[in-house]
């Protein structure tokens, strides 16, 4: 029998559970399951430069048999460094169909500095599924040399330095650099990188990055210096060194550019003081003319000889040069390379050796740096080199400040063709004339281009070439140039202070 009490406590038995059916019945009408944590069969986290920047990234794969999964990675910072959602048709190239409903999925993320990561996987119906902590011990960057700092005086006593420094990554994470800065005295840089302004450091890797700044204007003298190696604000590594800061030339030292046309009669011979009080040769005449090139430049006081130019092997050229080598020491040498087989040749190649300095062959585009107050650039020869030794000749033009000088040496009209197609800005305040004033050179469209105001030919009265030829000096007339020759001037020195320039001759 049943009591009063019973029968109420079934009725609420019944009720709750044709109310839980009910309910379970709505579910079912509104098309939802029951919560219920689904399957997460495997889950493997790696560490690796996935990333097309380099930077490192944890890779998460998994298989489960929800349809969906979410993945929250906090970082060190419980701030989440990335959340991401993935199903099975995210990701169907993955899925595994004998499996179905499993899902496999691959998700990456990008740690951005060391410490302890979370990741939480949720399922569809928001289920924690799995929760686990990964340690990254970060970038850890070694800078393994800081470099010598090399100057290269720029004006005013202001310096070019350029640094490089190499950095080994042997931590877990890649890292970038921005900044290479240098703080030497009171000067501190703006700091930079050469190129490019972001370095990435692989884990495993070793790089060395390229800085150039300017600096200065010093005194010569020892400096503290620190570096740093930098991340936007941030810096990674700092060092610091003493420094020694060479003698920079004082602006009030800045000597005029004079350059000198040596009459050597028939031959070419110029020297040129740079304002950095370098001494410069270009040709020396033939060689019964070495004396008077020698004993010019005696008078001019020159004890040493920084660099010689030999334009092309021919005797009027190199002749003198070899007792020069003799007679001064000679820091450099450049000729074009072109082997003549003559006696005055092998005596200048076997002059140039027994200087026992370098002997170079530079060529159009050459990077050269013959004094930090002159602009210089090689016109040519081309890197191979034309048939005809007069064609092959070094072609150099300097610039101080707005005024410039072009040396053609002995080019003919067809190479004077050639640098004008190669798109060079041959514009020159001074032409030495090539060849002598030979007709097969000084084309009207190279004068005009060059379009001198002073044109210098370099020729032996009564010479039996019929230099310079009547057309050479019209079109040189037709382009505005004034014209000086060694054969009626003697020496002519043209001297200037990068603004206006002197013409002093010796007749
Ligand atoms: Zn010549």
């Keep these: 029998m049943m009591d009063r009490r019973s029968v109420l406590l079934t009725a609420v038995v019944i009720s709750t559970v044709i109310f839980f059916c009910a309910v379970t019945a709505l579910h079912q009408i509104g098309g939802r399951e029951t919560p219920k944590p689904s399957k997460l069969s495997s889950v493997t986290v790696e560490v690796g430069d996935y990333g097309s920047l380099g930077y490192t990234s944890m890779k998460v794969l998994l298989e489960g048999?929800?349809?969906?999964?979410?993945l929250t990675l906090s970082g060190p910072s419980k701030s989440p460094v990335g959340t991401a959602f993935v199903s099975s048709s995210d990701m169907a190239d993955q899925k595994e169909s004998v499996l179905l409903p499993m899902v496999s999925a691959v998700e990456r993320f990008t740690p951005a500095e060391p410490g302890t990561y979370t990741l939480v996987i949720e399922d569809s119906a928001g289920n924690k599924v799995y929760e686990n902590c990964f340690t990254y011990a970060g970038a850890n960057l070694l800078v393994e040399s800081w470099g010598v700092p090399e100057f290269e005086l720029g004006e005013s006593g202001y310096y070019l330095v350029n640094l490089s420094v190499t950095v080994s990554n042997d931590g877990d994470l890649s890292t970038y650099v921005t900044d290479v800065k240098v703080a030497i005295g009171e000067e501190e840089t703006a700091s930079s990188l050469a190129d490019p302004a972001?370095?990435?450091?692989?884990?495993?890797?070793?790089?060395?990055?390229?800085a150039s700044f300017y600096l200065g204007p010093f005194g010569e003298g020892t400096y503290s210096a620190t570096y740093a190696l930098r991340r936007t604000d941030t810096t990674l590594a700092t060092h610091s060194t003493t420094?020694?800061?060479?003698?920079?030339?004082?602006?009030?030292?800045v000597l005029p550019l004079?350059?000198?046309?040596?009459?050597?009669?028939?031959?070419d011979s110029v020297y040129i003081k740079t304002p950095a009080g370098r001494d410069v040769l270009i040709d020396g005449?033939?060689?019964?003319?070495?004396?008077?090139?020698?004993?010019?430049?005696?008078?001019q006081g020159v004890d040493d000889i920084e660099l010689v130019i030999a334009t092309h092997p021919d005797a009027d050229h190199v002749g003198g040069l070899i007792s020069?080598?003799?007679s001064f020491v000679v820091e450099e040498v450049w000729d074009p390379g072109f082997e003549k087989d003559t006696a005055t040749y092998r005596d200048f190649v076997t002059a140039v050796k027994a200087e026992g300095c370098p002997f170079l062959h530079p060529h159009r585009g050459s990077a050269v740096d013959i004094d930090p107050y002159l602009v210089e650039e090689i016109l040519n020869p081309p890197e191979t080199l034309y048939s005809d030794s007069n064609d092959s000749s070094i072609v150099l033009k300097i610039e101080f400040g707005t005024i410039s000088f072009l040396f053609t040496g002995d080019i003919g009209a067809q190479v004077e063709g050639d640098i004008l197609a190669e798109g060079f800005e041959v514009s020159s305040t001074v032409l030495k004339v090539a060849?002598?004033?030979s007709k097969y050179s000084s084309a009207l469209d190279f004068l005009t281009a060059v379009d001198p105001e002073v044109a210098v030919i370099s020729v032996g009265a009564d010479n039996p070439y019929g230099h310079p030829a009547q057309e050479t000096l019209d079109k040189l007339a037709s382009v505005g140039a004034e014209v000086y020759r060694t054969d009626l001037c003697g020496t002519i020195v043209i001297e200037t202070d990068g603004t206006t320039y002197?013409?002093?001759?010796?007749?």
């Design 243 to 253: 420094i020694q800061i060479p003698e920079p030339l004082p602006v009030n030292q």
């Design 435 to 437: 060849h002598h004033g």
């Design 65 to 70: 048999e929800a349809d969906s999964y979410s």
């Design 258 to 267: 004079r350059v000198s046309f040596i009459d050597v009669g028939q031959g």
């Design 502 to 507: 002197t013409v002093s001759t010796e007749k």
């Design 285 to 299: 005449g033939k060689r019964g003319m070495g004396d008077v090139v020698v004993n010019y430049l005696r008078n």
């Design 324 to 326: 020069v080598l003799g």
């Design 198 to 210: 972001e370095v990435v450091i692989l884990p495993g890797e070793t790089d060395t990055l390229d």
